[in-house]
């Protein structure tokens, strides 16, 4: 379901966002230059400090995991006391990865688990009593099934769908390594409104080429990967741990420019999930 806000002039009638809204230019006259060192700037910078993340937490996450997916457990957050309590959910959106030590880290913590994977052979398969992999892959839009071709991708799903058939009204963690579907998808979380009924977001995103569906010349895609990001800040998500993958070609929109990895890890926080005892109860 698409929700929309109430409309001042009409009221009662709901406006639904179809664009996210862009900034301002970073130079008076378009540049890469520009955009690209503005953008590289905002998610190389914390918003928000975290002092525990995922060192000794309860399930024995250490820096060993092959990825950084950092997340947040100061006490002043919800994430840790929802672990205590046993009561997490976490979501992980991938695409064949055998790396899923965060995944069964967090379900050993008592975090309820649900791994969306294309790549699986059964359509749910339950790992232990707290970790469920599902044969399904996340996607910005749902399938139409009058077209004959969308049929083939019926396993595909928006996170909004998928939550609703699940009954689940929260998330206290996304976690995303979707090979570049990530800004699409990113943009469906936040035209929906989906991304206030998120506590923490996880995403590896992918700068060496535009992205799946997203078009213009090299400044536009930096701007609106931008753009994107400052979206998330208005709703009071804030950046407080960056991972720049040195292993990975170091490219910028298939050019070797600005010092910049092709992929970085970050973390967000949604600051208006404070830690009051059971306010996000689900």
Known sequence: MIKGKLDATCPGIETVRWHIELQPWASPTPSLNYEALRFLKYISTSQISCEQMNLNSPGGYSETTKKPWSVCLDERFSLIHRIRSKQCRLYSLGLGSDDNQFETSMANSGCEVHRFDPSIKSAHIQEGRHLWYHRLSIDWRDPNPAIAAHKLHSNTKKLGTIMNEFGHQK??????????????ILENL??????EQIGQLVFEVHIHWPGFEVSGNDSTVVRYWYSLLRELELKDFRLFHTYKDLSKPQMFLKKEAFNASSCYTLSWVNTRWKSQKGIYDV
């Open 171 to 184: 998330i206290d963690v996304l976690k995303a390594d979707v090979e570049s579907a990530e800004w699409k």
């Open 190 to 195: 936040i035209l929906e409104d989906v991304v």
